[in-house]
Antibody, heavy 120, light 107 residues
Framework: EVQLVESGGALVQPGGSLRLSCAAS????????MNWARQAPGKGLEWVAN????????YYLDSLKGRFAISRDNAKDSLYLHMNSLRVEDTAVYYC?????????????WGQGTLVTVSS | EIVLTQSPAALSLSPGERATLSCRAS??????LAWYQQRPGQAPRLLIY???NRATGIPARFSGSGSETDFTLTISSLEPEDFAVYYC?????????FGGGTKVEIK
């Protein structure tokens, strides 16, 4: 069974940093693009970043460039999101999601999400 | 940035009825549009990709159509588990963007 399990969400003060992790299982992780998306409380979905199967190409939401960094460790079947200079508006559930094999920029499946709360 | 506008924002229907959800793009996305379902407290689930291709395990009552800027998700006969929020998403241009969602409620 394909499974994605996020971890690392926490309550953090404005200006703080956090690293989210996503553990993948049930598929050959190194063959797929991977994504992070987020959902603020009571709001819609927002794509954050993605990374090519070998880690050589990365794309970001423009407004997050310079503060967030996506990475992966194919030896550990793991995806990461490094978040710096966190702001109150970064409060959200963060999901990792696998890209489709044929169309990497549509997402299936998604993990259950991890909550990041930025507050003083 | 391509803006996706979904309508209506909410739809009140009874089980067994047909649901028709709309997604309009601010510029052409060609056929690069997907639909997701999100039930309360759950992660999104891919239903349809590239306009009309059902994802693995998705029932045939879900279908997608459209092209360029106007797209439709149709649920032919609503089951109790279909009452949820539905999002469209484009992959034509960066950044990848989602619509604001349509909530399908029980009447």
């Amino acid at each position: 069974e394909v499974q994605l399990v996020e971890s690392g969400g926490a309550l953090v003060q404005p200006g703080g940093s956090l690293r989210l992790s996503c553990a993948a299982s049930g598929f050959t992780f190194s063959n797929y693009w991977m994504n992070w998306a987020r959902q603020a409380p009571g709001k819609g979905l927002e794509w954050v970043a993605n990374i090519k199967s070998d880690g050589s190409v990365k794309y970001y939401l423009d407004s997050l460039k310079g503060r967030f960094a996506i990475s992966r460790d194919n030896a550990k079947d793991s995806l990461y999101l490094h978040m710096n200079s966190l702001r109150v508006e970064d409060t959200a559930v963060y999901y990792c999601a696998r890209g489709l094999e044929s169309t990497p920029n549509h997402f299936d499946p998604w993990g259950q999400g991890t909550l990041v709360t930025v507050s003083s | 940035e391509i803006v996706l506008t979904q309508s209506p924002a909410a739809l009140s229907l009874s089980p067994g009825e047909r649901a028709t959800l709309s997604c309009r793009a601010s510029q052409s996305v060609s056929s690069y549009l997907a639909w997701y379902q999100q039930r309360p407290g759950q992660a999104p689930r891919l239903l349809i990709y590239d306009v009309s291709n059902r994802a693995t395990g998705i029932p045939a009552r879900f279908s997608g159509s459209g092209s360029e800027t106007d797209f439709t998700l149709t649920i032919s006969s609503l089951e109790p588990e279909d009452f949820a929020v539905y999002y469209c998403q484009q992959r034509r241009n960066w950044p990848l963007t989602f619509g604001g969602g349509t909530k399908v409620e029980i009447k």
